[in-house]
């Protein structure tokens, strides 16, 4: 057991780390106390951050060589997130793209899918999204209404989506439809790639509860899609939907990657905010910080060892859900608790000398909560694929969708 | 990167898993409260070598690292075993420069317990109700003596807690305060062991459960209600396990960090353990109120340990004030 780099790892880390140097000038960095950057207002910069560190091969690092990544291993992936965020470069324009719609595209697409996107979302040149969730079906995925109709060489979708993060700077999505409404609900679907400048896609900004507008509705009107983007066989769209889901939640905190700000910067929060609390809150609040480092770190350590297992060819399992609950848990206290440790500034929107950060992560992680499989959705997995436990029942599993309540 | 268990940890487990479900149960625990003996007992756990793991090969132990305990302690923690390996973790620290003392540890000869609090009056301590030789720190030095035992009325009887009033004492090392936290910290790491494995069989208990009662035409386990319960008691298990094998892991390969490693294990199976254990009983409803019924004896095993080698508020606040002075680094 440890918990050092191994020489090639080391060796590894050096490489990126020179790297990341040699490249500074190109890239984008966060301002100290800045965590994220807009992507609606630095759309080209961030673009053009992505390009720089997609030619160095710091993006894609574990995809195969011969869609352009480089054939490495997660733990080589982890040491460049590292790297990454220790250089303060801020996260990559086509996350979703590189997390979730290029894995999909490797493991379902036709080789001339594969040839005609990768290497382009890898650089940026095309930024991706995820267009799955819909109005009348969050958790229920699989009870989507928008249709595609074959037509000629061709399909035709109507119908919309929504919670769409990045659609406003997407060049493609990744979408599933609906092909088949007689069919059971999981049967009858198909995924395509679509065009997102294609004529009848709006895209509408949906401001979300802090205030911000990160996300998007999204309006197919008769939008043409040719039969050649399909992904994978007509009614496979849940086969292939649920290869995307695996990794979006491996993505979101299941390698242990920190859900809100790093423990260390909340621990820096407390160091210089306690001293300024009456000594009886004082006591008080060292409770609330101690409970919410020991589940940052809880949450760090449980990453470690999924980090291993993966790293000794392990394949991500259901137990990455448990990673996404443990993180946001821990997300959730040091949010509460920096928010607390500000004292009578805890009452409003940002401090008299303009510090927001912890009422904007208290007002983003509800999301988090959310987005990637809602935390009772999440607790289903794990109770039933993990644990063992018998199914929820579902009345609407073998009955043709056409046929259920719509 | 490379945090788990290897190949002779896994057979070491895997061994002890055996041992303790041949030597130990629950069944032992529920009769400890009226008056039964507790198993395996120390003779049986010095005679396996558990007593010795952590104590030095030239003073007749194993000489191996503290992680080996914990590993084994979890699956002592798992059938309620007694005495605790806590004992024998936080004696082998003290006894570093005593290894004549350390060779009786080891071989079971003197039943050795460890005191809290002052030697003229100490608090509940782990073991020491039949103890014959007690360690403990009087005015900053370490000393050994014979002592009168003034058990108090069990709430989980394999704990073997007593108040003692040393009426002998040497000193072992003087000033030796660094060196008493220090065991206090190891004491800790391997009692949030043994609540790990107390924890798990409890989720075992209950998910086995609800996958076989009906109510309402259904397994109870396809109920949200309990599945959740369940689940989260599960991910709060396999979040303490990551804990316990970081702190020991600490204790030997990186001694700074044990302080906030420790106190994190201990606050976390402070609460993962009791948790667990009220699910237990909440899955099995009526049947997991009785007697008879082994989830009572894990809800009393946390509702103990929670408050020995300081308590969720007491572990809570050391961590807080380790991070904001810099033990988490930058």
Redesign the interface.
């Known amino acids: 057991m440890d918990f050092d780099d191994s020489p090639g790892e080391a060796g590894y880390r050096a490489r990126v780390r020179a790297l990341l140097e040699e490249h500074a000038g190109e890239l984008l960095h966060l301002a100290p106390g800045q965590e994220g950057i807009d992507a609606r207002t630095h759309e080209a910069e961030m673009r053009r951050t992505q390009r720089v560190l997609a030619e160095a091969g710091l993006v894609g690092v574990t995809w195969p060589r011969e869609y352009g990544g480089q054939g490495g291993t997660l733990v080589q992936q982890a040491i460049v997130a590292q790297e990454l965020a220790r250089a303060r470069v801020p996260g990559l324009i086509n996350h979703i793209g590189i997390g979730m719609c290029g894995p999909t595209v490797i493991a379902h697409g036709s080789q001339e899918q594969r040839d005609r996107h990768l290497a382009r979302l890898l650089r940026a040149d095309d930024v991706w999204c995820q267009l799955f969730s819909e109005p009348a079906s969050g958790s229920d995925l699989a009870a989507l209404r928008t249709t595609a109709v074959r037509d000629g060489d061709g399909w035709v979708v109507n119908g919309q989506k929504v919670w769409t993060t990045l659609a406003h700077v997407s060049d493609h999505g990744i979408l599933l439809t609906r092909t088949d409404p007689e069919k059971p609900k999981h049967a009858g679907l198909t995924m395509f790639v679509v065009d997102m400048h294609a004529p009848g896609v709006t895209v509408r900004p949906l401001r979300q509860m802090g205030g911000r507008a990160d996300f998007n509705e999204v309006f197919f009107d008769d939008v043409r899609i040719p039969d050649e983007e399909r992904l994978g066989e007509p009614g496979e769209g849940w086969r292939v939907a649920l290869t995307t889901l695996m990794n979006e939640r491996v993505a979101i905190g299941g390698a242990g990657g920190a859900i809100g700000a790093p423990v260390e910067e909340f621990a820096q929060h407390a160091r210089e905010r306690l001293p300024r609390l009456d000594p009886e809150r004082q006591v008080l609040a060292r409770q609330a910080v101690g409970r919410a480092v020991v589940a940052a770190l809880a949450a760090r350590y449980t990453g470690y060892r999924r980090l291993t297992v993966l790293s000794q060819g392990g394949i991500p399992g259901p137990e990455a859900s448990a990673g996404k609950l443990a993180g946001t848990e821990a997300g959730l206290l040091m949010a509460d608790a920096g928010v607390r440790l500000l004292g009578d500034d805890a009452v409003y929107a940002a401090t008299a000398d303009g510090d927001d950060r912890w009422q904007r992560t208290q007002s983003w992680l509800p999301g988090i909560s959310i987005a990637g499989g809602t935390d009772q959705v999440l607790r289903n997995i794990l109770g039933e694929r993990v644990l063992g436990l018998p199914p929820e029942p579902r009345s609407d599993k073998t009955a043709p969708f056409s046929g259920g309540k719509r | 990167?490379?945090?788990?268990?290897?190949a002779d940890q896994r057979d070491i487990a895997d061994g002890a898993r055996d041992f303790y479900r041949g030597n130990a149960s629950p069944a032992a625990a529920r009769a400890g409260l009226e008056g039964g003996r507790l198993e395996p007992g120390r003779k049986a756990l010095a005679d396996i070598g558990f007593l010795g793991i952590t104590v030095p090969e030239s003073a007749g132990g194993s000489g191996r690292p503290l992680?080996d305990l914990a590993v084994v302690a979890e699956q002592g923690g798992a059938v309620l075993a007694a005495p605790s390996l806590v004992t024998a973790a936080r004696a082998a620290v003290l006894l570093a420069d005593a290894p004549d003392l350390a060779a009786q540890l080891a071989d079971g000869s003197t039943a050795f317990a460890v005191l809290d609090g002052a030697v003229d009056g100490s608090a509940p301590s782990v073991d020491a109700a039949d103890a014959t030789l007690f360690l403990g720190l009087d005015g900053g030095d370490l000393v050994v003596g014979e002592g009168e035992v003034l058990p108090g009325r069990p709430v989980d009887a394999t704990r073997g807690l007593a108040s003692v009033r040393l009426t002998s004492r040497r000193v072992l090392t003087p000033d030796a305060g660094e060196l008493w936290a220090r065991a206090r910290q190891v004491g800790a790491v391997v009692m949030a062991a043994e609540d790990l494995g107390g924890a798990e069989r409890c989720?075992q208990l209950g998910?086995a459960y609800?996958?076989e009662r009906e109510a309402f035409g259904?397994?109870i386990?396809?109920y949200?209600a309990?599945?959740?319960m369940?689940?989260?008691a599960?991910?709060g298990v396999?979040?303490?396990?990551?804990?316990v094998?970081?702190a020991a892991?600490a204790a030997d390969?990186n001694p700074d960090e044990l302080p906030l490693?420790a106190s994190?294990a201990k606050?976390?199976a402070a609460v993962t353990f009791e948790r667990a254990a009220s699910t237990l009983i909440q899955v099995h409803g009526g049947v997991g109120f009785t007697w008879e019924h082994d989830a009572h004896l894990y809800w009393r095993r946390a509702k103990v340990d929670r408050l020995l080698l300081g308590d969720e508020?007491e572990?809570?606040?050391?961590?807080?004030?380790l991070?904001?002075?810099?033990a988490?680094?930058?």
């Open positions: 990167m490379n945090f788990d268990l290897d992680l989720v998910v609800a996958q259904r397994r386990g396809s949200q309990i599945k959740h369940l689940v989260d599960w991910v396999e979040q303490l396990r990551s804990l094998w970081w892991w390969c490693a994190a606050a976390c508020a572990h809570l606040d050391a961590v807080a004030r991070a904001v002075t810099g988490l680094g930058s």
